[in-house]
């Protein structure tokens, strides 16, 4: 099975921009589609990206559209999703995870990271 490892979460002011890395090992990354999801205080985990084993597909929740780009290296096993104009409401722990089977929004994802804090202050 594979392990994930989240970084690259921190403080930034509104319009700045980060970039997560999710760092894989145990398993072979290609072998899985790929998201980012996020959860912030009191609310429940929602997806924010996704994409293919590939790379070739890729997925946004309407709310990151235009900002958020997610990516794939398989050769060095890491996904990363770039952020640029983060909002105060974009402020959440990031979780990326694996999918055996599917990828997108409503695929089941078998494996999951710890996840990264993003704090964006208005």
């Known amino acids: 099975q594979v392990q994930l490892v989240e970084s690259g979460g921190g403080l930034v002011q509104a319009g700045g921009s980060l970039r997560l890395s999710c760092a894989a090992s145990?398993?072979?990354?290609?072998?899985?589609?790929m998201g980012w999801f996020r959860q912030a205080p009191g609310k429940e985990r929602e997806f924010v990206a996704a994409i293919s084993k590939s790379g070739g597909g890729t997925s946004y929740a309407d709310p990151v559209k235009g900002r958020f780009t997610i990516s794939r290296d398989n050769a060095v096993n890491t996904i990363d999703l770039q952020m640029n104009d983060l909002k105060p409401e974009d402020r959440a722990d990031y979780y990326c995870?694996?999918?055996?089977?599917?990828w997108g929004p409503g695929a089941l994802y078998d494996f999951w990271g710890q996840g990264t804090q993003v704090t964006v202050s208005s």
């Open positions: 145990g398993d072979t990354l290609s072998s899985y589609g």
């Open positions: 995870a694996a999918s055996h089977a599917a």
